[in-house]
């Protein structure tokens, strides 16, 4: 009996060692930099997986980025195209000199007309612009070079360049916004058989070259004349002068007196080619 108990003992000592034996290779404790028994996902210094993101400073191809930790280039500022100013010896929609010498070519000429029953406030100006600002803030803001605003749309700081005369201006206060074509002048040539609002737009366009802003000195100057009673004392802005004082009569339907017409063709003249 005590032989067969000692032969089980032996039979089940056996049995556990064998079932030991089995579990070998088998890691249950902390994992280190790689499991027992399988390779590196990828090799030292081969490249990534398709699908990886290269390491830094290295390509695809595991080469030296030459651009690695340089400075990104910044990517240019969107700006919006300056819109077209009397500073820069433009207006909105300002004709060439060959297009200019057409329009006056086809302007209808005829003596002036009575002044009678004229006042400029049938000529409603400045109209809102919207935004807390009139026409001529609109103006300043246009023709200026850091102009400043405040809250009601006043432009309480900047500088302009009156293209009438050379006149730097700093305070706008010094300065007038013209008509190209004076109201009065307009009246006598057309817009006295206008509507209020047709008037209206006349003094407010900002489509046009009729509306610029000029030292004040040489808007009072000019008064209600036209380009053979007053010429801009900068000669050089009688190109822009007639090709504007044109544009406007034309657009607006308005008659030249022959004296007028001379005077604009003079004053193209001086645009070359």
């Known amino acids: 009996m005590r032989r067969q108990k000692n032969k089980w003992i032996?039979?089940?000592?056996?049995?556990?060692?064998?079932?030991?034996?089995?579990?070998?290779?088998?890691?249950?404790?902390?994992?280190?930099?790689?499991?027992?028994?399988?390779?590196?996902?990828?090799?030292?210094?081969?490249?990534?997986?398709?699908?990886?993101?290269?390491?830094?400073?290295a390509t695809a191809t595991g080469k030296a980025d030459p651009t690695a930790g340089a400075t990104p280039t910044a990517k240019p500022t969107r700006t919006s195209t300056p819109r077209p100013s009397a500073g820069d010896g433009t207006l909105p929609g300002m004709p060439t000199a060959a297009h200019s010498r057409r329009l006056l070519a086809g302007l209808t000429v005829a003596p002036q007309g009575t002044m009678t029953g004229y006042n400029r406030d049938k000529f409603p100006h400045w109209a809102g612009q919207g935004d807390s600002c009139d026409t001529r803030e609109t103006i300043l803001q246009r023709d200026g070079k850091g102009?400043?605003?405040?809250?009601?749309?006043?432009?309480?700081?900047?500088?302009?360049?009156?293209?009438?005369?050379?006149?730097?201006?700093?305070?706008?206060?010094?300065?007038d916004i013209d008509h190209t074509v004076p109201l009065a002048n307009a009246w006598r040539s057309g817009a006295r058989s206008w509507t209020q609002e047709q008037r209206k737009a006349f003094a407010n366009d900002l489509s046009h070259p009729q509306l610029l802003a000029v030292s004040a000195s040489s808007n009072r100057s000019k008064g209600d004349q036209g380009p053979d009673e007053w010429q801009p004392p900068l000669e050089s802005y009688w190109c822009a002068y007639g090709r504007s004082w044109t544009s406007v009569k034309s657009t607006y339907g308005l008659t030249v007196t022959s004296a007028e017409k001379a005077m604009l063709g003079r004053m193209l003249a001086t645009c070359g080619s």
């Open 147 to 175: 102009v400043r605003r405040d809250a009601q749309c006043r432009a309480v700081s900047g500088r302009w360049v009156s293209v009438y005369d050379g006149k730097v201006i700093t305070s706008a206060s010094g300065l």
């Open 10 to 57: 032996t039979v089940l000592t056996a049995a556990a060692l064998l079932a030991l034996a089995g579990c070998e290779g088998v890691d249950s404790g902390p994992a280190g930099p790689e499991s027992k028994g399988h390779a590196s996902a990828t090799a030292p210094g081969s490249p990534s997986r398709t699908g990886d993101a290269p390491a830094p400073g």
